[in-house]
């Protein structure tokens, strides 16, 4: 039993947490806990002590020491003495704004059905979830709240989400609708964002909560690759390897607000959900809205524990199971190495070199169709490009699939360029605000998601190739935000909806075209990562996690997302050198060892490598093919954090979860001279276990790799005798079991 409710207060009970509310004297409901595990009582008086703070307002004369801003409240209103930032807010006809909601009753349901319309989590696997559900009503409106809360308990994450509907006869109107509220009872925490812009995502930005309002969000009509919408708060002595911390994520792509706000009496508030900016929504009698969900989960035991419970939670309870665990497929794509300019025998050459090398699939990147020869044109003409493929896309496929390769195609389905046939048919598709110019952003312009016409129309042209080409995969692109928000199928007053159901149309399509072809696989992209998010991945089991192939700032990069998401969710791939995004020169050696840790592929002409880089894609590719299950799937620990120090060194590691094998990278930037006597301290291996080092004679316990270290030699014997820098150093240790 994950849910246990005594009389009015409700526990939700994981294998290492609790999470404990209430009803209140109000009718409202109250929060009481978050934390590690309790054990059930029927009451917890220490956790509903309340003192009379003079000049703040009461619930009643007779009740002054009942204060809304000294409440920890469940989903609290704005209006009536409580002045923190609310969860939600409703505009009644006359204008008014005060609402409350009262406890009606409550249901618990075995299992974790799916959101209708929305990503969401589930419980194919029968892995004893439970949903509870709370239900209020707000006497003046008759809108009723429904607050859900679904326990994973093995995973230690509880999922929560909210629905109005309304059950009155008067049009009411949501101002905001957030997706969870935590109120905890101290504000002695670090705030963990994921922050940064393209080519340089997500990453780790570490602050102490201060007083008053810090947030991060987004108002692009995408996630972003600004701010993401994986938050942790941690305990200021929390490491990766131990200390207490709460994870926080939102299954949406679109505008969302991950906020923390920290009151006079040091509590704070955590806010998770569609950003109120930008937002609203018109709530006519009999209509219900349904808010995207909200992952929460706690460990007492450090952020490789968080990142890995919320990791293995995403992928067996949200990303698309006929994916989830599949092993992902070694691909090539031709876009840093040809961009625009290539044709079918230039295409097929690629792909049979990398055969050669190993290599699965071949994924045709973008100008395949119109008549794009840059990014000016085409968008939205998804036939192909006959000067270019005069024999069809379906005939390449064959060549592409006669090698025994799968074959990807990319589109950008949500977008339209003015010099296209699409926009000479449909220029009411697009994006824009009745007598305001459009905003161009790389010369391109947004479709109106919105409109079931423009979902209908891609579902159509998306899907004839699907069948005509026998796609394996899809690379899903969205290379823009989104300006002048606006829909012309909209009413007036509901204009403010629009970015949601601009997401809704997006989620329509992706669900459309996974119930239909459910053997193709989606990889979301968003200029690199831009989209990358739990909504993407309800649908696109692994997304592009950014246009910056440099193997410097891909570490950086995978090592801040691995926070927030597992790296099968991760593209990774090598590409040539000079690199296109920093100019700098790396070893093939170490773009490989940085790729290796997520979903591997080669982004380059394979046609113009050398006789030894060749040799070099073989080997590598070999040798991930061997290890792919624990690369993709295997538990990952990050060691030492490039965000800390001079960042010259970062370092991780992937375990099996027989603790059998392992992999741990060592990246170091620059050498030093004469360095230090250097360890690697190894994580996640089983203390008793004696284990072989790269093959090596040697066996060792566990426990010694892990707390006495190993060596890491000096960098410049790696380069004696050879004409190679010594600096973009990888050093890569396998480990596996040995019987003794
Ligand atoms: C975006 C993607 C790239 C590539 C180009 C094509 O930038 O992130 O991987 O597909 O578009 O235009």
């Not at 426990?703 to 270290?709: C, N, S």
């Amino acid at each position: 039993m994950s849910i246990i409710v005594n009389q009015q207060q409700f526990h939700l009970q994981t294998d290492h947490s609790s999470y404990i509310f209430h009803v209140m004297a109000n009718g409202e409901l109250g929060q009481l806990y978050y934390g590690p595990r309790l054990h059930d009582q029927a009451t917890y008086p220490e956790l509903m002590v309340r003192e009379h703070h003079e000049a703040m307002p009461a619930w009643r004369l007779d009740t002054p020491d009942f204060q809304p801003e000294t409440l920890k409240q469940e989903f609290a209103s704005l209006g009536k003495g409580d002045y923190r930032d609310p969860a939600f807010q409703i505009t009644e006809p006359d204008g008014s704004r005060v609402s409350e909601f009262s406890y009606q009753d409550f249901r618990i349901v075995d299992g974790k059905s799916r959101l209708k319309g929305l990503p969401s989590t589930f419980d194919d696997e029968h892995d004893d979830a439970q949903t509870l559900v709370i239900s209020l009503v707000d006497a003046v409106t008759q809108v009723v709240l429904e607050l859900s809360y679904a326990v994973f308990p093995h995973q230690d994450v509880i999922v929560r989400s909210a629905k109005f509907q309304n059950q009155g006869q008067a049009s009411v109107k949501l101002d905001r609708v957030l997706s969870s509220q935590v109120d905890l009872p101290d504000a002695n925490y670090d705030l963990l964002q994921f922050s940064g812009t393209w080519t340089r995502e997500r990453h780790l930005v570490r602050t102490p909560l201060r007083s008053g309002i810090q947030s991060v969000g987004s108002l692009r009509g995408a996630s972003s690759h600004q701010q993401n919408p994986a938050m942790i708060l941690a305990r200021p002595q929390t490491t990766d390897d131990q200390g207490a911390a709460m994870g926080f994520n939102l299954v949406y792509s679109g505008n969302f607000l991950d906020q923390v706000e920290v009151d006079a009496f040091n509590t704070a508030r955590v806010l998770v959900g569609i950003n109120p900016t930008e937002f609203d929504w018109q709530l006519s009698a009999g209509q219900s809205f349904q808010t995207p969900e909200a992952i929460l989960s706690y460990t007492g035991d450090g952020l490789n524990q968080l990142s890995q419970q919320m990791g293995d939670f995403y992928q067996h309870h949200l990303v698309n199971p006929h994916f989830a665990q599949q092993q992902r497929p070694v691909l090539v794509n031709n876009w840093e190495g040809t961009y625009f300019d290539f044709n079918e025998d230039k295409l097929v050459a690629i792909a049979e070199d990398a055969h050669e090398l190993g290599i699965e699939m071949f994924v045709l990147d973008d100008g395949w169709f119109g008549h794009r020869d840059d990014d000016k044109t085409s968008l939205g003409d998804w036939d192909v490009y006959q000067e270019k493929l005069p024999n069809g896309m379906a005939h390449l496929a064959e060549r592409v699939h006669s090698l025994k390769m799968q074959f990807g195609l990319w589109f950008e389905p949500e977008m339209i360029s003015i010099d296209s046939q699409l926009y000479r048919a449909h220029p009411e598709w697009t994006i824009k605000t009745p007598k305001r110019q459009m905003t161009p952003g790389r010369n391109q312009f947004v479709l109106d998601m919105a409109n079931p016409d423009v979902v209908d129309f891609l579902y159509g042209k998306i899907s004839g190739l699907i069948e005509t080409a026998h796609l394996d995969y899809i690379k899903w692109d969205m290379n823009r935000n989104i300006t002048e928000a606006y829909s012309s199928t909209l009413p007036a007053d509901q204009q403010g909806e629009f970015l949601h159901r601009y997401m809704l149309g997006v989620y329509d399509l992706y669900a459309r075209l996974i119930a239909a072809y459910p053997t193709v696989l989606f990889e979301s992209c968003a200029s690199g990562g831009g989209r990358f998010d739990l909504g993407m991945m309800a649908y696109a089991p692994q997304a592009w996690t950014s246009d910056d192939t440099d193997a410097v700032e891909r570490l950086k990069i995978q090592f801040g997302t691995s926070y927030g998401y597992p790296q099968a969710m991760m593209g990774a791939h090598v590409s040539a050198v000079p690199n296109d995004q920093t100019g700098r020169i790396t070893p093939i050696e170490t773009r490989a060892a940085v790729a290796y840790f997520g979903d591997l592929g080669y982004e380059l002409d394979v046609t113009k490598c050398s006789a030894d880089e060749k040799a070099a894609i073989k080997q590598q590719v070999a040798f991930y093919k061997a290890h792919r299950e624990l690369f993709q799937q295997g538990k990952f620990y990050r060691i030492d954090n490039p965000f800390t120090g001079d960042g010259n060194v970062g370092s991780w590691q992937v375990v099996s979860d027989d603790q059998r094998h392992a992999i741990a990278a060592r990246y170091q930037i620059l050498n030093h001279p004469n360095p230090a006597y250097t360890r690697l301290y190894l994580r996640g291996l089983a203390p008793d276990q004696r284990y072989r080092l790269n093959g090596g004679k040697h066996i060792y316990f566990g426990d010694e790799l892990m707390h006495a270290g190993i060596f890491v030699p000096h960098l410049l014997e790696s380069t004696q005798g050879v004409e190679q820098s010594a600096d973009f150093s990888a050093f890569l240790v396998v480990i596996d079991a040995v019987e003794a």
